[in-house]
């Protein structure tokens, strides 16, 4: 089964600081970042998204994304970014989304799902739970009116599933054979898991939040100071991030041959698509 792969920006952000940021530019440029989606074409089941970026309802309605979300992240917010404006513009219709996979459920990469209500939207079960049943902490990140329309959740039990190049409990996305997996990746959120795509060219694996910058991957040393802080500020489980980060340091040194590797928001790797 051969699968065909659209690389989407589904939210242009431009928080303070270039320097910061990118870790490069200047003090009082603004930075770049995206919301790095993917768009599936499978031969048998339609059209696939993995994350959604901002959705329609965020552009029309910025304001229920909260004062602090837009003030620090400085979204952009252009229907032609969303994801609907862009699988239309490909000659889909948006019920061809037949599934959208979520790395996980914060608002930057859950906001189009009022946009494909008649998809399954795939979700690792402690992420579902934990978006359903915030902590105080965690209330923020998550916005309820993105799911306000029931979607059909299918949810994916934590500790099951086979080991897939090292890592452990990779799990087949129902429906969709073996090309599509769910990886765990916890701690930035409780649930939070990478999806791995098989191409043309071998696997591809979107790390989600995972990692901020390619740097992490390669230069540890030279990531941004900005995005470091953000990542330290936004994880809900400190040392399981950075041993997953570990484990995927060692993916991209050991099989980087056979994975491409990528985060949600690093215009850079983005630009590489």
Known sequence: MSLKIHH?????????CAKLVNGEGGWLSPAKLVCHVLLIETPRDGLV??????????VQTPQRLG???LAVSRPQLALSETAAFQVTALGFKVEDVRHVIVTHLDLDHAGGLPDFPLAKVHVFQPEFDAAMHPDLRSKARYLPSQWAHSPRWVKYDAG????WFGLNHVQSIQGLEDQILLVPLIGHTRGHCGIAVKG?????????????????????SEMPLGLRFFEELLQTDRRARVENLKQLQRLQQSHGHEIQLFCAHDPVEFQQY
């Open 8 to 16: 989407l920006n589904c939210g242009t952000m431009c928080p303070v």
């Open 49 to 58: 998204l993995v994350d959604t970026g901002f959705g329609q309802l965020d």
């Open 67 to 69: 004062r602090p979300f």
């Open 160 to 163: 099951v599933g086979q080991p």
């Open 200 to 220: 043309d060219d071998g696997w591809l694996l979107h790390c989600g939040d995972a990692y901020f910058s390619h740097k992490e991957l390669t230069k540890p």
